[in-house]
């Protein structure tokens, strides 16, 4: 019996181990199925699998105006908000080839929502209510948000905070820096200071010179410097090198140099900008650049002079009146005021003319009305005053006024002439007249 018992629990044991590997094999025959079936499916089959880079933005930058606030003082602060990435994007991965690598991958770029951007004071008053809804926001896209801020009673340093909120994404907290007048001590570095001197006026055609003080008013060295000279104005050039090299300039030391301009008849009236572009490298190795502007102060000239002389009648009569005519020119480069003219001669009657203003390239009468008091050639003196953005100015010319003797004078000078060829035809008719021998 016990044998029998023996060989019974035996067989049952060896069929329920074959019944486990049965299984374990049709297993094993089904995953096999089932992947036979995956690598027979087209390649239009979507993988399950697909990638998403879920995009968020950050604070690229901000700039609080003034730097320093003084307390009680208003100020904004502007945030430069940028997508996280250069490239937000879902991934779709279809189709699956030998080897199982994808056979085709789609790659769709997604934006950013901007829910809200809140700055939160701590201990600095707020006094712009947050940006709600600003919208979408491209990958590699910033927007600048000013927030309008004002500093506490009490000086210090303060560190309100930005609040970022994205639509199905992370959101942002960013703190700032804002100096309610405090003295932080800066970083070391060189700082150019350029001063000039300039001529107080300049006239076109004429020639001028600017001087450049170069200054380094920082901490450190400043090396490689280099200035740039290059005028805007094509009337007003440069006669002088227009390129300045300087090895370095330690933190008090100058530099000078003197610019020379020459103008013509055409350079605008006004302040005539001439920039110098400045490049110097700082003890770290870094290039900085800055820029200044030298303003050529030009402003027009008035030059007159005696454009022609005449007189009505032309030949006066002494003892009749005639009327003197000038004609004085502007051929400047600017308006000419106050003109007049004042003449010196024996003659009587009005000796000044006031002319007024006289533009340039134009002309203006000047009118003497006088009496002749003696014959012949008389010389007469002018003298024309004006004044210019240079002051006032004098120039003299000479005239010669000739007369013709009286009428009174006439009739006598005819009388004797008569007298003369009355003489002359008795003395022939008496003397020589022919024939007179024979008739005696």
Avoid at 288 to 305: C, H, N, S
Wanted: net charge negative; proline share 6%; aromatic share 6%.
């Amino acid at each position: 019996m016990e044998e029998t018992r023996t060989t019974a629990g035996t067989r049952q044991h060896r069929e329920s181990v074959h019944r486990s590997e049965s299984h374990k094999r049709a297993i094993l025959i089904v995953i096999a199925g089932i992947l036979l079936m995956l690598a027979a499916l087209p390649a239009a089959a979507v993988d399950a699998e697909g990638s998403t880079t879920n995009p968020t933005a950050i604070v690229a930058d901000y700039t609080v105006i003034p730097s320093v606030l003084m307390p009680g003082d208003q100020g904004t602060a502007t945030l430069v908000i940028k997508n996280t990435a250069q490239s937000a994007s879902v991934k779709e991965n279809t189709g699956i080839a030998s080897g199982g690598t994808f056979a085709n991958t789609k790659s769709t770029d997604i934006n950013i929502y901007l829910e809200n951007v809140h700055l939160e004071g701590n201990g600095i008053e707020v006094l712009t209510k947050d940006f709600d809804r600003i919208g979408e926001l491209g990958p590699g896209q910033s927007v600048p948000v000013t927030f309008v801020i004002r500093a506490p009673s009490k000086s210090g340093i303060y560190f309100p905070e930005a609040w970022i909120d994205v639509r199905n994404g992370r959101s942002t907290r960013y703190p700032l820096t804002v100096n309610v007048n405090t003295d932080i001590s800066s970083q070391k570095k060189p700082a150019l200071s350029v001063s000039q001197s300039l001529p107080d006026r300049v006239a076109p055609g004429d020639d001028c010179t600017a001087g450049i003080t170069i200054t380094n008013t920082g901490l450190l060295r400043a090396s490689d410097i280099t200035m740039v000279v290059n005028s805007t104005t094509k009337s007003l050039v440069l006669t002088s090198p227009g390129r300045h090299y300087f090895e370095h300039l330690d933190p008090g030391e100058e530099a000078n140099l003197t610019l020379r301009f020459a103008t013509d008849k055409n350079t605008p009236i006004g302040i005539d900008p001439v920039t110098l572009s400045i490049t110097y490298r700082t003890p770290d190795g870094s290039t900085e650049r800055q820029a200044e502007t030298l303003g050529i102060p030009v402003k027009g000239k008035a030059e007159m002079a005696l454009k022609s002389f005449s007189t009505d009648p032309v030949r006066p009569v002494p003892g009749s009146p005639f009327t003197m005519i000038l004609r004085v020119e502007n051929t400047g480069t600017d308006q000419a005021t106050s003109v007049h003219a004042t003449l010196d001669s024996p003659f009587t009657g009005t000796k000044t003319a006031f002319i007024g203003s006289v533009d340039k390239n134009s002309d203006a009468p000047a009118i003497f009305y006088l009496q002749a008091t003696k014959d012949g050639s008389v010389p007469v003196n002018l003298t024309i005053s004006y004044s210019d953005d240079f002051g006032t100015h004098t120039i003299t010319d000479d005239a010669v006024v000739t007369t013709t003797p009286s009428s009174g004078l006439v009739p006598f000078a005819s009388a004797v002439l008569a007298l003369c060829i009355l003489a002359g035809g008795a003395y022939w008719y008496l003397r020589i007249r022919p024939g007179k021998k024979n008739d005696r």
